[in-house]
């Protein structure tokens, strides 16, 4: 099992930040949403520990800023997307298709106004 927490957003300029949301990806210039998939890879790349697996399943919880509602599946599944992505780029895994993550699964962890994240947890998915 590998443990680690990812970001909500990322700066994808000086003054300018991309919120991992649904919502925001939807409607994002493709060429800013290359440049946030980048920044947000370079960033998160070493928090994500070295590991090899042909199978896994993936968890995701949910922490949020405030007590706003807020559709679970909205940043966590860009997240999942920026996560698997990086896996697949440090050989973690072969592919992010279902064949190697057999499993996705979305929680709400709460709200945490100091440090709003998404933590990940990856399983062996041979089990």
């Not at 993550?101 to 947890?121: L, N, Q, S, W």
Request: charged residues 30%; contains cysteine.
């Amino acid at each position: 099992m590998v443990k680690f927490s990812v970001p909500l957003e990322v700066w994808i300029s000086a003054n300018k930040k991309f919120i991992l949301n649904l919502n925001n990806y939807r409607n994002t210039h493709y060429q800013t949403l290359n440049k946030a998939k980048q920044e947000y890879a370079k960033l998160i790349s070493p928090l994500i520990p070295i590991f090899k697996a042909d199978k896994v399943r993936v968890e995701y919880v949910l922490y949020t800023k405030t007590k706003r509602k807020i559709d679970i599946s909205n940043p966590c599944c860009i997240a999942d997307k920026f996560v698997c992505d990086v896996l697949v780029d440090k050989g973690c895994i072969p592919d992010d298709d279902y064949r190697h993550v057999v499993e996705v699964k979305y929680a709400y962890g709460g709200i945490d106004p100091k440090d709003p994240r998404v933590e990940v947890t990856i399983i062996d998915g041979n089990s």
